[in-house]
């Protein structure tokens, strides 16, 4: 089964040597990962949701409905100039509340740390160039 997404970050920012995060992101690749990354990262992606913490109540971390590896395609909706432009602001938050409310509350927090354009710990620009070469495009 594959890692959560914390769970790959978290032993990212353990790790001491550049050529091990790199190994464990190449390791643990998924488009959620890179999604969190580049939401996080890249200054060409900009969000259509206030900043901040929205109110919300986690999902308990052994029991959470839905798993970000299936809930990150829905980032579209909340990226400028994605699909969800035309939709009704109310709804593209809704949409963005259930993300946070169905996945592991600890993903839930990168989801918000990527709205708000804080880099994951642990994390670099050169280890994500090695790592994903392309993935970041400003």
Do not use: C
């Amino acid at each position: 089964m594959k890692k959560y997404v914390f769970e790959v970050l978290s032993e990212v920012s353990k790790a001491k040597a550049k050529a091990d995060k790199v190994n464990i992101l190449k390791e643990n690749e998924t488009w959620a990962l890179k999604d969190i990354i580049r939401g996080s990262m890249d200054t060409t992606v900009k969000w259509s949701l206030p900043e901040g913490e929205p109110p919300y109540t986690a999902a308990e971390p052994h029991n959470h409905p839905a798993n970000l590896i299936r809930e990150n395609t829905k980032f579209g909706y909340f990226a400028k100039g994605g699909k969800g432009d035309q939709m009704p602001k109310f709804k593209r938050e809704r949409i963005f509340i259930g993300i946070l409310e169905g996945v592991h509350p600890e993903d839930a927090k990168l989801v918000i740390n990527m709205i708000n354009k804080k880099t994951p710990k642990g994390l670099t620009r050169p280890v994500v160039l090695e790592a994903f070469p392309g993935l970041l495009r400003d």
